[in-house]
C-alpha cells in the first residue's frame, strides 16, 4: 500500500532550463509535504517543505506547489544546475511532529 | 554536514548473527527516527524514540529493538539476521518532534 508515490524513476533535464518532479498521494490525512535531495553515500538532505494550508512555497530555485483537490504535489527548479543532480524524495506526514511516509525517489540528472 | 553521526558505515555480517546500529543525534535535538532503505525504495520509518521514551513505532521487525539512552543517543539492534535484512539504516533527529528530520549518512549493513 503505497500512499506516497512518485512515478517517474528518473528525468534527465538540460542545464538551465526548468526541472518538475511529481508525487501523488493517497491519505487524506496528510498535511505536510517534504522534500529531500539524496547524494550518493550521504542521507537525505531537506529541501523544501509545505503545509496543507498553502498551495505553494518557494525558496530560491525551488518552488513547491500542493494541489490538495487531486492528492498531487510537484517540486520545480529553475534554473536547473549540474550540482541538483541527485535524488530527490518526497515525504508526507499526518501530524507535523511524526513520522514521514517516503516515496520512492526520482533520480534527476541534469545534462550540461 | 547535518550534525547526525551514524556508526559504522559499514557492516558486513552472516545470516543469524546481530548487530548494533549506533546514532548520535544533532546537539540539542531529543527526538530520533529510525528507517530502513531497501534497493531503490523509498525509506521505511521504523521506530522514534523521545528524550528517551518511545514514541511511536512503524513497520519494525520482533527481532529489531531500538533505544534511545540518557545522553540522547540511540541504537537500533537487529538479530536473527536474514539476507533480506540487508539494506540502509538512516537515523535521523529533530528538536522536539517537529519537521524537518535531519539524517545522518546511514549505516550500510549486507548479510552474507
Known amino acids: 500500500d503505497q500512499q506516497v508515490k512518485q512515478n517517474s524513476p528518473s528525468l534527465s533535464v538540460q542545464e538551465g532550463r526548468i526541472s518538475i518532479l511529481n508525487c501523488d498521494y493517497t491519505n487524506s490525512m496528510f498535511d505536510y509535504f517534504l522534500w529531500y535531495k539524496k547524494y550518493p553515500a550521504e542521507g537525505p538532505t531537506f529541501l523544501i517543505s509545505i503545509s496543507s494550508i498553502k498551495d505553494k512555497n518557494e525558496d530560491g530555485r525551488f518552488t513547491v506547489f500542493l494541489n490538495k483537490s487531486a492528492k498531487h504535489l510537484s517540486l520545480h527548479i529553475v534554473p536547473s544546475q549540474p550540482g541538483d543532480s541527485a535524488v530527490y524524495f518526497c515525504?508526507?506526514?499526518?501530524?507535523?511532529?511524526?513520522?514521514?511516509?517516503w516515496g520512492a525517489g526520482t533520480k534527476l540528472i541534469i545534462k550540461p | 554536514d547535518s550534525g547526525v553521526t551514524q556508526t559504522p558505515k559499514h557492516l558486513i555480517t552472516a545470516t543469524g548473527q546481530r548487530v548494533t546500529l549506533r546514532c548520535s543525534p544533532r546537539?540539542?535535538?531529543?527526538?530520533v527516527y529510525w528507517y530502513q532503505q531497501s534497493l531503490d525504495q523509498g525509506l521505511q520509518f521504523l521506530i522514534q524514540?523521545?528524550?528517551?521514551?518511545?514514541?511511536a513505532k512503524g513497520n519494525i521487525l520482533e527481532r529489531f529493538s531500538a533505544q534511545q539512552f540518557p545522553d540522547l543517543h540511540s541504537e537500533l539492534n537487529l538479530s536473527s539476521l536474514e539476507l533480506g535484512d540487508s539494506a540502509l539504516y538512516f537515523c535521523?533527529?529533530?528538536?522536539?518532534?517537529?519537521?524537518?528530520?535531519?539524517f545522518g549518512d546511514g549505516t550500510r549493513l549486507s548479510i552474507l
Open positions: 515525504a508526507a506526514s499526518a501530524n507535523w511532529g511524526y513520522q514521514l511516509i
Open positions: 524514540y523521545y528524550n528517551g521514551e518511545e514514541r
Open positions: 546537539s540539542g535535538d531529543l527526538s
Open positions: 535521523a533527529s529533530n528538536r522536539d518532534g517537529d519537521q524537518p528530520q535531519h
